[in-house]
Structure formats: structure tokens, C-alpha cells
């Protein structure tokens, strides 16, 4: 089932093209890998299909609907975004911060109830955040909030995942837990999930699928066996990449 | 006066005593809680709106207006009883202006607000310091008591009752959108909050409260920066608890920091906003002080 559509979508931002007619479909059950070298417009392309900003022309489409027209509290039952940076400024603790992931369920009066604190308690235990939740969250550390947030849109239950660089920040040891946290999602809950990385190992190791910016509005989109070859990925990001073996598949390096 | 006395005069509406208390005392007290209560509201929503724990309801420029207005009000010896209704009239002025200003065309933006308003104050400050100068020596007494913020002379007007009691429960009704908006407009939008509307409810709350307040004791300062903060500290961060503690709390504060300014140098009277300086000065630096050791 097709969760997340673009239809020649045109995205450019202060004159830079980021892409030119992209045409996308996010199904259930896959997981997308958005790669492209720095500044290229991930982020854009990212909140283009959150609906966070319209495109220059084409359209998104979540639940078949297009997402322009959709109320906001609609689409956050549907999709969920972790944004790159996570700041917190007022004083709230782990388990509220976790809890705020329910907003969209809850009607204006409504207050949590014992079924949304286990879920935000799930998945504070997911993150590896237990034992924290009295904690306040401006003083955690950069690794601690990226998880937090992160667990907060667990607890959000959408089934279009956005994540932009949803390992910034984190050790070895976390980064595969979030990534392995999300192909959970997809294999157990039939949900999809676009993630922006750096890492192009985590992408060949999770990814089913990949979308490529290349600058001056060109992508390329397919299977993660079609596009992840030295040669695709040295015209990516303009540097020489190797290949080598690894007991769980194709491992790529950056030459010298 | 001793317990049984008091109790016989709150008993006895006819007598003196009974007379000073019901007449003086408790409707001065009562204005005082709501004003209080207000500005601590206010203070509430302009922090989440500008994403500042430390913003207070005056910085953009709503009791400056008033201000304005109520000095030329004494500068033309217009009647005391107009003056509330002037200093409203000031106040919405300038929230009008602000607004009008700060919406442009664009989508919202907070520093534009914060700009907008930071320097329409400093406009109303500049004319306020215009009129003081010009002014002959024998008002000056009254309009500095009004700029301290006073409750002297203060009356409660029914309406702003209604007034306080509408914008809590709508406060109340927003309470969690406002927990999603304090953790930034993008992340209150992805959690499926329509932030274009909101914003603009919050800070139209927002300024209503501080204009009632300010039209009923002149610009009282540091209570909508200090309760919310110390609530904070004391129930945490969840609005819906937030919101009514600040209110009940902020109203208690100012009655006693009235209490205060009317017997510290009896008979003499000093304006209510001395008293809250006074406290809320030190107190609002220990406060920065320690939110930097946090790196805030």
C-alpha cells in the first residue's frame, strides 16, 4: 500500500534546485535512504513532504490525499518528522517530552491516560533513556535529547517516519539501536520511513530503497542494489569510493 | 487590631472598622488579586510565544501605550474615572500596532514580533519621557505613581472579571498546545498543532490580559516575569498545571506585595510596583544567574 506520494515535485530554495520533476512513492514496509553531499537540500525535500513548506510545483500526497489540503492534526496522525536539530528551552521533563508525541490523539481537554504513559514509557526504554524520566530535558546531552526526540515520535505512532540524520550525534552503539528501531517499525507495523544520512554503511546495511540529489535539481531513485556502487556514489559525493566485503554485504570507503 | 475585633467587623458591614474592611480593604485586595492573577497569565503566554523563559507581559510595548495615554489623560486633567478606560485604550493601541506590524504579509515570525514590539516600547518610552518633561511639577506625583504601577486609587470594573475568567479557560482549553509550542513552532506543527492560528491566539490572550491589568493599576512590574518562573520551579512545566498555579499565585503575591506597600511606611503609601521591584529585582537575577550556570 502506497503511504507517501510525490508527483513532479519542483523544490528550489534561494535559487539553488533541488529537485526538478521528482517522482516518488513511499510504500509500506519500506525504508528509504535519502543521500546527497552537504547543503544539497535534504532538509527541504524532508519538510517539502511533511508539509512544512510547499514546493514550486507538483504535489504530495499522504493517504491519497493531497497534504496542502490536509489540517495539520490530520497529518500528524499519519507522519511524523525528527528534525535535524533538537533544542529544548523550558524546563519539562523526559516522560512530558515523551508524552507530547500523544498530542495529536488527544482532544483539547483530554489528558493522557494509562494507555499513552506505557507507550512513552516503551519507548523511553527503547532509546535507552530509562531511569531518566523525572529528569528535565535541558539538561541532557546532545546524544540524550536526539534519543528523546526520537522516542517522542515513537510514541507519535505515525506510519510515514521522516528522519533527518536520525544517528546525528549518537555513538556506534545507539546508532544501531535507532536504526534497528525503525526496520523494527517497518518489518513488524507495515510503516515506511524516509531517513537523510551521512553514513552511506548505515544506508547499504538498513535502506530497501534509495534517493539520490545530485545538485541542480537531478535525483535518481531505485533499489539499494541498483544504486549503491562505487560509481554512483563517486559521482554523488565527487570523491573516489571503494568497495569491500564484509560478512554482512558490500561496505563502501572513501578514497584518497 | 486583634483577631475577635476583625472578626466583628467583617461581621458588622455597618460599623467603622466593618466599613474600612468592606469598602477599603477588601475591594482593593480583590483588584489587586486580579491584576496579579493577570499579569501572571500573561507572563505565562509570552514566554511560550517568544520562546523565552524570561520574557514578561510589558516587553512588547502594551503598558507603554497605556502609559501614553493615561499621562496625556493627567496632563488634561480628564476625569479619574476615564483614566482606566484610557489606559485600555492606549494598551490595545499599541497591541494593535505590534500586531499589525509585526504580521506583515509573511508567515509568523517570532524575532519580527520581538523586534516590532522591543522597539515600539522604546517609542512610548521615549513620548513618556516627553510628556514627564513637559509636564508641571504638582502631576508628576501621580503619573510616577501610575508608571510604579498603584493601587490606591485602584477600582475592579465587573467586565474585567469576565475578562480574567474567559481568557483562563481559554488559556486552560490551550494548555497542551502550549506544552507542544514551547518546544518550537516547527515541532508544535509536526505535531499537529496549526501554529499560524495559534501564535496569534497566544498573543492576543496575552496582550488582553496585560491591557485589563494595566488599565486597572498602572504598569506593575515583575509579577508576569517572576511567578511564572518560580511556578516553574515549583509545579514544572506542564501548562495545565502551570496556568492555574501562576494565576492563583501571581494574584496572591501582588495582594500581599500591596499589603506590603501600604503599612511598610504607614501612613504613608508607596506604589505597589516598588514592592514588586524591590522583591522581584534581586529574585529575577538569582534566577538568572543560575539559569546560566545550566547554560540557558
Given at each position: 500500500?502506497?503511504?507517501l506520494?510525490?508527483?513532479?515535485?519542483?523544490?528550489?530554495i534561494a535559487?539553488?534546485?533541488?529537485?526538478?520533476?521528482?517522482d516518488?512513492?513511499l510504500e509500506?514496509?519500506?525504508?528509504?535512504?535519502?543521500?546527497?553531499?552537504?547543503?544539497?537540500?535534504?532538509?527541504?525535500?524532508?519538510?517539502?513532504?511533511?508539509g512544512?513548506?510547499?514546493p514550486?510545483?507538483?504535489?504530495v500526497y499522504?493517504?491519497?490525499?493531497?497534504?496542502?489540503?490536509l489540517?495539520?492534526?490530520?497529518?500528524?496522525r499519519?507522519l511524523?518528522?525528527?528534525q535535524?536539530?533538537?533544542?529544548?528551552?523550558?524546563d519539562?521533563?523526559?516522560?512530558e517530552t515523551?508524552?507530547?508525541?500523544r498530542?495529536?490523539?488527544?482532544?483539547?481537554?483530554?489528558?493522557?491516560?494509562?494507555d499513552?504513559?506505557?507507550?512513552?514509557?516503551?519507548?523511553?526504554?527503547a532509546?535507552d533513556?530509562?531511569?531518566?524520566?523525572?529528569r528535565?530535558?535541558?539538561?541532557?546531552?546532545?546524544?540524550?535529547?536526539r534519543?528523546?526526540?526520537?522516542?517522542?515520535?515513537l510514541?507519535?505512532e505515525?506510519a510515514?517516519?521522516?528522519?533527518d540524520?536520525?544517528?546525528?550525534?549518537l555513538?556506534m552503539?545507539?546508532?544501531?539501536?535507532?536504526?534497528?528501531?525503525?526496520?523494527?517499525?517497518?518489518?513488524?507495523q507495515?510503516?515506511?520511513?524516509?531517513?537523510?544520512?551521512?553514513?552511506?554503511?548505515?544506508?547499504?546495511?538498513?535502506?530497501?530503497?534509495i534517493?539520490?540529489?545530485?545538485?541542480?535539481?537531478l535525483?535518481?531513485?531505485?533499489?539499494?542494489?541498483?544504486?549503491?556502487?562505487p560509481?554512483?556514489l563517486?559521482?554523488?559525493?565527487?570523491?573516489?569510493?571503494?568497495?569491500?566485503?564484509?560478512?554482512?554485504?558490500?561496505?563502501?570507503?572513501?578514497?584518497? | 487590631?486583634?483577631?475577635?475585633e476583625?472578626?466583628?467587623?467583617?461581621g458588622?458591614?455597618?460599623?467603622?472598622?466593618?466599613?474600612?474592611?468592606?469598602?477599603?480593604?477588601l475591594p482593593?485586595?480583590?483588584?489587586?488579586?486580579?491584576v496579579g492573577?493577570?499579569?501572571?497569565?500573561s507572563?505565562?503566554?509570552?514566554?511560550?510565544?517568544?520562546?523565552?523563559?524570561?520574557?514578561?507581559p510589558?516587553?512588547?510595548?502594551?503598558?507603554?501605550?497605556?502609559?501614553c495615554?493615561?499621562?496625556?489623560?493627567?496632563v488634561?486633567?480628564?476625569?479619574?474615572?476615564?483614566?482606566?478606560?484610557?489606559?485600555?485604550?492606549?494598551?490595545?493601541v499599541?497591541v494593535?500596532?505590534?500586531?499589525?506590524?509585526?504580521?506583515g504579509?509573511g508567515?509568523?515570525?517570532?524575532t519580527?514580533?520581538?523586534?516590532?514590539g522591543?522597539?515600539?516600547?522604546?517609542?512610548?518610552?521615549?513620548?513618556?519621557?516627553?510628556?514627564?518633561?513637559l509636564?508641571p511639577?504638582n502631576?508628576?506625583?501621580?503619573?510616577?505613581?501610575?508608571?510604579?504601577?498603584?493601587?490606591?486609587?485602584?477600582v475592579?470594573?465587573?467586565w474585567?472579571?469576565?475578562?480574567?475568567?474567559g481568557?483562563?479557560?481559554?488559556?486552560?482549553?490551550?494548555?497542551?498546545?502550549?506544552?507542544?509550542?514551547?518546544?518550537?513552532?516547527?515541532?508544535?506543527?509536526?505535531l499537529?498543532?496549526?501554529?499560524?492560528?495559534?501564535?496569534?491566539?497566544v498573543?492576543?490572550?496575552?496582550?488582553?490580559?496585560?491591557?485589563?491589568a494595566?488599565?486597572?493599576?498602572?504598569?506593575?512590574?515583575?509579577?508576569?516575569?517572576i511567578?511564572?518562573?518560580l511556578?516553574?520551579?515549583?509545579?514544572g512545566?506542564?501548562?495545565?498545571?502551570?496556568?492555574?498555579?501562576?494565576?492563583?499565585?501571581?494574584?496572591?503575591?501582588?495582594?500581599?506585595?500591596?499589603?506590603?506597600?501600604?503599612?511598610?511606611?504607614?501612613?504613608?503609601?508607596?506604589?505597589v510596583?516598588?514592592?514588586?521591584?524591590?522583591?522581584?529585582?534581586?529574585?529575577?537575577?538569582?534566577?538568572?544567574n543560575?539559569?546560566?550556570?545550566?547554560?540557558?
Amino acid at each position: 500500500m502506497t503511504a507517501l506520494v510525490c508527483k513532479s515535485l519542483d523544490i528550489s530554495i534561494a535559487g539553488n534546485t533541488i529537485c526538478n520533476n521528482l517522482d516518488l512513492k513511499l510504500e509500506r514496509g519500506q525504508f528509504w535512504g535519502l543521500l546527497g553531499p552537504n547543503g544539497i537540500g535534504k532538509t527541504t525535500l524532508l519538510k517539502c513532504m511533511a508539509g512544512l513548506m510547499p514546493p514550486d510545483a507538483g504535489n504530495v500526497y499522504l493517504a491519497n490525499q493531497s497534504i496542502e489540503k490536509l489540517p495539520r492534526r490530520a497529518i500528524a496522525r499519519l507522519l511524523g518528522m525528527l528534525q535535524q536539530h533538537t533544542v529544548y528551552v523550558f524546563d519539562a521533563s523526559v516522560l512530558e517530552t515523551a508524552l507530547t508525541g500523544r498530542h495529536p490523539h488527544l482532544g483539547h481537554w483530554q489528558r493522557e491516560g494509562a494507555d499513552d504513559k506505557r507507550k512513552a514509557l516503551e519507548a523511553i526504554k527503547a532509546v535507552d533513556l530509562e531511569g531518566f524520566e523525572a529528569r528535565s530535558v535541558t539538561g541532557l546531552s546532545g546524544g540524550e535529547a536526539r534519543r528523546l526526540a526520537f522516542a517522542s515520535l515513537l510514541v507519535q505512532e505515525p506510519a510515514v517516519l521522516l528522519l533527518d540524520e536520525p544517528t546525528n550525534h549518537l555513538d556506534m552503539k545507539h546508532q544501531v539501536r535507532i536504526m534497528n528501531r525503525v526496520e523494527q517499525q517497518i518489518n513488524q507495523q507495515q510503516h515506511c520511513a524516509l531517513a537523510a544520512l551521512h553514513d552511506v554503511n548505515l544506508a547499504a546495511r538498513y535502506c530497501s530503497h534509495i534517493l539520490m540529489l545530485f545538485g541542480n535539481g537531478l535525483w535518481q531513485a531505485g533499489p539499494v542494489a541498483e544504486l549503491l556502487n562505487p560509481a554512483t556514489l563517486e559521482k554523488l559525493y565527487q570523491c573516489p569510493v571503494e568497495s569491500v566485503q564484509t560478512s554482512t554485504g558490500e561496505r563502501f570507503l572513501a578514497g584518497g | 487590631m486583634p483577631w475577635g475585633e476583625w472578626l466583628g467587623a467583617i461581621g458588622n458591614p455597618d460599623s467603622q472598622s466593618g466599613e474600612l474592611i468592606w469598602q477599603l480593604r477588601l475591594p482593593r485586595a480583590l483588584a489587586a488579586w486580579a491584576v496579579g492573577a493577570m499579569l501572571a497569565m500573561s507572563g505565562c503566554l509570552m514566554q511560550v510565544l517568544l520562546r523565552n523563559p524570561l520574557a514578561d507581559p510589558y516587553v512588547l510595548g502594551v503598558s507603554g501605550g497605556a502609559a501614553c495615554a493615561t499621562l496625556l489623560g493627567l496632563v488634561f486633567g480628564v476625569a479619574v474615572a476615564l483614566l482606566p478606560w484610557l489606559a485600555l485604550f492606549g494598551a490595545l493601541v499599541s497591541v494593535l500596532i505590534v500586531f499589525g506590524l509585526a504580521r506583515g504579509t509573511g508567515p509568523w515570525s517570532g524575532t519580527r514580533l520581538l523586534l516590532t514590539g522591543v522597539v515600539t516600547a522604546s517609542g512610548w518610552g521615549a513620548l513618556i519621557s516627553l510628556i514627564l518633561s513637559l509636564s508641571p511639577d504638582n502631576s508628576l506625583r501621580g503619573m510616577l505613581f501610575w508608571l510604579m504601577g498603584d493601587l490606591s486609587y485602584a477600582v475592579l470594573p465587573p467586565w474585567t472579571l469576565l475578562v480574567l475568567t474567559g481568557c483562563f479557560v481559554l488559556t486552560l482549553g490551550l494548555a497542551r498546545s502550549l506544552n507542544v509550542l514551547a518546544m518550537g513552532e516547527t515541532t508544535a506543527r509536526l505535531l499537529g498543532e496549526p501554529t499560524g492560528h495559534l501564535l496569534w491566539v497566544v498573543y492576543l490572550l496575552a496582550s488582553v490580559l496585560t491591557a485589563t491589568a494595566v488599565s486597572i493599576a498602572g504598569s506593575v512590574g515583575f509579577v508576569g516575569l517572576i511567578v511564572p518562573h518560580l511556578m516553574r520551579l515549583l509545579v514544572g512545566s506542564d501548562h495545565r498545571i502551570l496556568i492555574p498555579a501562576a494565576t492563583l499565585f501571581g494574584g496572591l503575591f501582588l495582594v500581599l506585595s500591596d499589603t506590603l506597600a501600604r503599612t511598610v511606611l504607614s501612613p504613608q503609601q508607596l506604589p505597589v510596583g516598588v514592592i514588586t521591584a524591590l522583591l522581584g529585582v534581586p529574585l529575577f537575577l538569582l534566577l538568572l544567574n543560575r539559569a546560566r550556570l545550566k547554560g540557558v
